[in-house]
């Protein structure tokens, strides 16, 4: 997934795979899946504050739905980028394990 912020860079990390290869490159989006998080988590922090306060219970479920939603689209997004990135290299080296363990981090994503 390309950036979509003229003048951002994407951040550049290792992945280490279990059959001990590991692979650079730059992944546009983690910048913005990084702040996505901590914006749910300051979410959820303030939705159990909510709890331990004795709000309404219909606010809560409300607010807990808008922290899954958030966070499941970072994953949404972080899924992009690991396709566009790391499973185009995968894919281009045939490396059919990272290929495999993709599929299996989809899987436990969309459960």
Avoid: W, Y
Avoid at 7 to 18: L, P, W
Avoid at 35 to 55: C, Q, T
Avoid at 66 to 93: F, P, Q, T, W
């Amino acid at each position: 997934m390309e950036n979509e912020k003229a003048g951002k860079e994407g951040v550049q990390h290792t992945h280490s795979h279990s059959h001990g290869e590991g692979h650079n490159h730059v992944h546009p989006n983690a910048k913005a899946v990084s702040n996505r998080l901590a914006k749910a988590i300051g979410h959820l922090e303030s939705v159990r504050r909510m709890v331990d306060r004795g709000e309404n219970c219909s606010d809560i479920l409300i607010q807990l739905a808008a922290v899954r939603s958030a966070i499941n689209n970072a994953g949404k997004v972080l899924l992009m980028d690991h396709l566009n990135h790391c499973i185009v290299d995968a894919v281009e080296d045939g490396n059919m394990e990272s290929i495999k363990e993709f599929g299996e981090a989809i899987q436990k994503f969309v459960k």
